[in-house]
């Protein structure tokens, strides 16, 4: 059987290209996305739909790496249109009922939450399924893989479907064309021992593309594991070093900030790319992250 065609759909987050992609496998009856992407996004999904001739209520299956807004915002709208929303078991209450996740993102985002996320839904509970790791997903012809990942958050899966894994964010953030990545490290379950292990995991998949969110299907496998790897190591040891001053959360926020904008000017970024990088992965949550670990997980 040919391999499946997999469409790589740009949200346009916020204006952006290559911010947020939701991917997309049609194979006979079975329409699949991996990940619905927020709900301010949804009209550049149909948008993404449409090209290929199909519309939301063609959509049979979601599958969600975690339940981040970016990533899952749209589910609820999805599972009104009819179809299957599959999530980690961790995150499957608060897809059902999203009012903690919700005022969560709200004491983050503030006045901003409906221009950045638009309508969170919560999913209807008969279209909502929960499989456990490693378990194989048939649909269709198309057979996906859960594998449990933790690390970016408890709540977070891989999707393995036979020579490609969908690392949501547990694969790093890395935009096309540049050789660089960033590791997403938002509040509250950051941890970096179990993300060495996701990624230890990954590496024993031994798959050829790898597919994160933000942004794009990529076939050197070896280096973006790898190179996560080393941002991973590289930021302890930085948090290990900066936490010695007992800084502020704002007096971390800026010395991180400046220090991912010196790693930028070193690559040659460009302001576009920057930008692209700040939106899949804001530093600032970034820094919060890294505060919260310290105190949960370093000194507690």
């Given at each position: 059987?040919?391999?499946p ?5 740009d ?13 997309l ?25 449409a ?19 970016d ?60 499989p456990?790791?490693?378990e ?6 198309l ?17 393995l479907?036979?020579d ?18 960033r ?19 990954l ?10 969110t ?9 280096w973006?594991l790898?190179q996560?790897?080393?941002v ?9 070093t ?12 800026e ?32 820094a ?13």
């Amino acid at each position: 059987m040919a391999k499946p065609n997999i469409v790589t759909i740009d949200l346009n987050f916020q204006n952006k290209t290559q911010a947020i992609a939701s991917y997309l496998i049609k194979q006979q009856d079975a329409v699949v996305l991996i990940e619905s992407g927020p709900g301010s996004t949804l009209s550049a999904l149909e948008a993404g739909l449409a090209k290929e001739g199909l519309s939301p209520r063609d959509v049979t299956h979601v599958l969600l790496t975690h339940i981040h807004l970016d990533h899952a915002g749209a589910a609820g709208w999805f599972s009104r249109q009819g179809a299957e929303i599959y999530v980690h078991p961790n995150g499957a209450p608060h897809l059902l009922n999203p009012e903690k996740l919700i005022a969560s993102a709200t004491r983050i985002y503030g006045d901003r939450m409906q221009t950045l996320w638009g309508e969170f839904l919560p999913v209807e509970q008969n279209q909502l399924k929960v499989p456990q790791d490693a378990e194989e997903i048939s649909i269709g012809n198309l057979k996906f893989t859960a594998i449990n990942t933790p690390g970016h958050a408890e709540h977070h899966y891989s999707y393995l479907l036979e020579d490609v894994c969908f690392s949501g964010d547990v694969g790093g953030v890395r935009i096309p064309g540049f050789p660089y990545l960033r590791a997403p490290m938002p509040p509250p379950e950051l941890h970096f021992g179990r993300w060495r292990e996701s990624l230890a995991r990954l590496r024993s998949l031994k798959f050829s593309r790898i597919a994160p969110t933000h942004f794009g299907i990529f076939e050197d496998v070896d280096w973006q594991l790898n190179q996560l790897g080393e941002v991973l190591d590289t930021t302890e040891k930085w948090l290990e070093t900066v936490m010695a001053a007992d800084p502020s959360a704002e007096m971390l926020r800026e010395q991180f900030e400046h220090w991912m904008d010196e790693q930028s000017r070193e690559i040659g970024l460009s302001d576009e790319v920057v930008k692209a990088y700040a939106l899949a992965n804001p530093l600032g949550m970034g820094a919060d992250g890294l505060m919260r670990y310290w105190k949960k997980f370093r000194t507690g």
